[in-house]
């Protein structure tokens, strides 16, 4: 597959090098500062980036930029009709728009918060659980993630997508509570806590708790490359996907349509 980078740092880099190591070619990489990008764009010039794109012959675009740069890339991408994997996280509250556009111009585009493909497993692993624990009231629920001190956020956007799925698997649980407890916890409140600690890439645990005993689940983040393997096997699926006609042009897929 002939794929372009759009933003080309950490993420952008990574991403280059696993390509290359699943046989892929990388025919552009395309940046506003990054020195050793092929092409440099002026920000918010998301016509340039299309037309970069578009003269390099790529059969489907990786996008890892700024939350201030992403939306502009994909309108001027989408119309291109290439397919389109966008990592770069801070545009939810426009999925709507984007779907609009994509069903409007026939572009097909996949996002995620998180391209790791072991998270993504965790999150069905962790439906699944919730679901078999339903029936027996002793088991109590809670989730916890680890960070770098570097991480600005908490909790993470991963953890609180683990707690999303939570609240919709069970009735146990009606409320998610992120801040620190200053009274005994309601058995309805999810807790969901935090800790940043060195430079731990990421970990999160779910807990379920009994009289008898507790069972964890956790995943475990060895580096931030992990992402970057995903977002290539979702280009090489939502390419693959559209060929054999399991996914279809005009749509905006997650990470969840492939599993
Ligand atoms: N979805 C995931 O799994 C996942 C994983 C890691 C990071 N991210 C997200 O990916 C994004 C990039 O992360 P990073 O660590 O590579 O950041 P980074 O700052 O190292 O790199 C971003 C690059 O994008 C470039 N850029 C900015 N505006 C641009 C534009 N208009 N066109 C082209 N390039 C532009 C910047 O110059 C920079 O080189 C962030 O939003 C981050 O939160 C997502």
């Known amino acids: 597959m002939?794929?372009?980078?759009?933003?080309?740092?950490?993420?952008?880099?990574?991403?280059?090098?696993?390509?290359?190591?699943?046989?892929?070619?990388?025919?552009?990489?395309?940046?506003?500062?990054?020195d050793d990008?092929?092409?440099?764009?002026?920000?918010?010039?998301?016509?340039?980036?299309?037309?970069?794109?578009?003269?390099?012959?790529?059969?489907g675009v990786i996008e890892f930029?700024?939350?201030?740069?992403?939306?502009?890339?994909?309108?001027?991408?989408?119309?291109?009709?290439?397919?389109?994997?966008?990592?770069?996280?801070?545009?939810?509250?426009?999925?709507?728009?984007?779907?609009?556009?994509?069903?409007?111009?026939?572009?097909?585009?996949?996002?995620?918060?998180?391209?790791s493909i072991g998270v993504n497993m965790l999150y069905k692993?962790?439906?699944?659980?919730?679901?078999?624990?339903?029936?027996?009231?002793e088991y109590d629920i809670?989730?916890?993630?680890?960070?770098?001190?570097?991480?600005a956020d908490s909790p993470s956007g991963t953890a609180l997508e683990i707690a999303k799925r939570i609240l919709k698997n069970t009735n146990k649980k009606t409320e998610m509570v992120v801040?620190?407890?200053?009274?005994?916890?309601?058995?309805?409140?999810?807790?969901?806590?935090?800790?940043?600690?060195?430079a731990v890439p990421g970990t999160h645990t779910v807990f379920f708790d009994s009289p008898a005993d507790t069972i964890e689940i956790t995943h475990t983040a060895r580096s931030r490359e992990g992402f970057a393997l995903g977002a290539v096997h979702a280009l090489e699926r939502l390419c693959d996907g559209l060929k054999t006609g399991r996914l279809v042009k005009g749509k905006l897929y997650g990470m969840q349509d492939l599993f």
């Open 179 to 198: 801040d620190a407890f200053h009274e005994k916890p309601k058995p309805e409140q999810l807790h969901v806590s935090s800790t940043r600690c060195g």
């Open 2 to 34: 002939k794929i372009a980078l759009v933003g080309y740092g950490k993420m952008g880099h990574m991403i280059k090098n696993c390509a290359l190591s699943l046989g892929h070619e990388v025919v552009a990489t395309i940046d506003v500062i990054s």
């Open 125 to 137: 692993i962790i439906e699944e659980a919730v679901k078999i624990m339903e029936p027996w009231q």
């Open 37 to 59: 990008a092929d092409i440099k764009v002026s920000a918010g010039d998301g016509q340039a980036v299309a037309r970069a794109v578009k003269s390099s012959g790529a059969d």
């Open 142 to 151: 809670s989730t916890w993630e680890m960070h770098h001190n570097q991480k």
């Open 65 to 115: 930029s700024h939350p201030t740069a992403v939306l502009g890339n994909i309108n001027a991408l989408l119309p291109l009709g290439i397919p389109i994997v966008v990592g770069t996280t801070g545009w939810n509250s426009k999925f709507d728009e984007v779907s609009k556009l994509a069903s409007d111009c026939g572009g097909t585009i996949m996002t995620s918060s998180n391209f």
